[in-house]
């Protein structure tokens, strides 16, 4: 057994869809909706734009990204041409570590906030921490190991519900964005 | 009404072409029929009489409400109760701008010969704002009411053609004006787990729009022995393009009933006044899309009927397959005799609002007589159908909200007493560590469901990585009044994508509002105090009182969501029954 390496994983995030997108808190999105998933300040992908769904816009876009090793958390934004409308904050726990095997296929669901935190939709996605043979599964993302496939992550601490992990992670409280 | 914008959306959007709503939380699995009730009573030798169908809606001549355009007509159908009661069926889609609508969507019903089952239908005209949410959501009250109708299913089976008309009168029944009629065609549902997956495109489409291009839509009917065609789907609309492609869609062997049935395929121009312009047709069956596929060549629509001398003339516009994929859709069935395995896990509640035990009037109270209480009755009963699914007849049993001998208060303990085997055989064995529990713990409280569902859901989460062919259910009987409600969300949100669904039998008569918000059957999906969304439904609840008075059985009560809940789960993660060699296709 290869030992479990300090680099990050490759995850696969399939952005399936959103609900009930608003823009200025009253008027639904017409069109041109996309999603930006970020998984650290540096690394980030984008959905197409969705031209036919409106506020209910559907994407069914597989993005291959690293996720950082230390990373807690990883940042959904959906947004409309150029105009940010939600935001939301997924703990890398929901897809990975603890009892969830490698390759498990997590299907998620988010509320979204825009940047005063108000609710605004709701986002729908799919998550995959590739396990072994993930070679041919990272586009882009650089310094993808393969070497360090294989084995159950352990990156981050088990999260069980009763009990919030020493690590003082506090599971996606929504909070205020901006850039 | 006030309304900021018109929203065609709605109107634009696909119909009945099999898309899977992941994360949508039902899935287009047909009610009214369950096939996990049937085959508990047909095991025992009691075979059920009746027939799945499939009613078929169409109107004519309704009311115009709108006062800009045409109404926007939706049917809704009812089962009368015996009690008088109406049980909602099903709704149909909602179709834009028209007073003569043909409905896409299929209502299913199960026909039984020995009782008389009366159908009311019901007319409203959608508000605009309400088109780009799920139908089921809508609130009735909102909408406008167009006019209702009613007859009983045998009517409809007994006719020749199997189709019936009714007048729509008002609610009072006063039928003074003229408000339209509304067509009910019946057919049996064929079970079938064949369907094929079809993506289509069109080529130099003509252009019907003066600014801009075509907005086509396809929709596809199949013919009916009687004469005539039913429409099965509809794509959605590709805004402005006279080259389009649709997303695929998915059509059952029950919809296209063989691959030799002609289906005729139509392609609009959609508008939003509800007036689509065909541009052409053309009729082909399953078989022969299969060949188009193959030769990857196009064929030609041919145009509506038109001029002085009625002639049909073939279009240069071309429709192509790109692509025709047979695929199963998989049963309950089919996963469970397979070899899937279904496992039970009870918890009991041991709060203080049950009663005091040594008081008659408790929940909790154990007759010297050996009358049974509330728990013990749900306890047996529930047991019998959980025996039936549970093979191995090990349940996890645990109590909630129970003082334990130490002096602590715990919300979630091994029932029998045991500090580390929490699992006890058969039902005698759960009715055996129900009764010294009861001896062992004091009621305590508050009522909190949110340890044990953990609990559960740890089980089903460990089972992940050593048997994939497993679906967990925990049995929850409680006395329905719970301390912490969103405690109880956010574990239920946390488990929702794990295979898990949640039982919640109610005992006693406390008020069990709080029971519905968690069965989240009116379309509100749960969200937790971090902001996740519950990915499916994963939650049922039963009332034992309902169960009592006889308004449904046991079995039906406890098995009436389960089917839907599992293949949500199993479908969407693409997994195939046991005795399928994977990856087929």
Known sequence: MEKPCNSSKVIEVTVISAEGLLLNRKKPVKKNACVVVRSDPFNSRSTGMDREGGSYPSWNEKLVMELPVRARFITVE?????????????????FAGGYLP????????????????????IINLSVKVKGEGAKSGCGG?????????????????????SKVSDLGIVTGIPVRYRY | ????????????????GGNQAIGGGGGGYSAGHNEAVDFFFRAKGEHALFTPMELSLSATKLRDRDIMSKSDPMAVVYMKKRD???EELGRTEVIMNNLDPTWIQKINVTYQFEIVQPLIFHVYDVDTKYHNLPVKTLDLKDQDFLGEASCVVSEIVTKRNRSLTLNLHNRDGRGLKNLGTLTVHAEETVASRNAVEITFRCSALVNKDLFSKSDPFLRISRTVETGGSIPICKTEVVNNNLNPIWKPVCLTMQQFVSKENPLVIECFDFNTSGNHQLIGKLQKSVAELETLYQSKAGANLISPSSGFRRREKVL????FVDRLVEKQLYSFLDYISS?????????????????????PTSLHYIDPSGRLNAYQQAILEVGEVIQFYDSDRHFPAWGFGGRTPNGSVSHCFNLNGSPSDFEVEGVEGIMAAYRSAIHNFALAGPTLFGQVINKAADIAGH????????????????DGVVSDLQETINSVVRASDLPLSILIVGVGNADFKEMEILDADNGDRLESSSGRIATRDIVQFVPMREVHVGQMSVVQALLEELPSQFLSYVRGRDIKPLNVPPASS
């Open chain 1, 102 to 121: 490698e390759n498990y296929l997590s299907f998620l669901s988010y509320r979204l906030r825009n940047a005063n935190g108000e609710k605004n939709g």
């Open chain 1, 78 to 94: 959906a947004h409309s041409g150029s105009k940010l409308i939600g935001t939301a904050n997924i703990p890398v726990s929901d």
């Open chain 1, 141 to 161: 993302g650089g310094s993808c190991t393969a070497s360090c496939s294989g084995r159950p992550w352990t990156g981050v601490p088990p999260v069980d519900g």
């Open chain 2, 463 to 478: 089972s992940l990585s050593s048997h994939h062919a497993k679906y967990y259910i925990l049995l929850i009987i409680t």
């Open chain 2, 84 to 86: 008088g009661k109406l």
């Open chain 2, 1 to 16: 009404m006030g309304n900021f914008c018109s929203d065609v959306k709605g109107g634009q959007q696909a119909v009945g």
């Open chain 2, 316 to 319: 240069k516009s071309e429709i």
């Open chain 2, 339 to 359: 070899g899937f395995e279904l496992s039970f896990m009870v918890a009991v509640d041991f709060t203080a609002s049950n009663g005091d035990p040594r008081n």
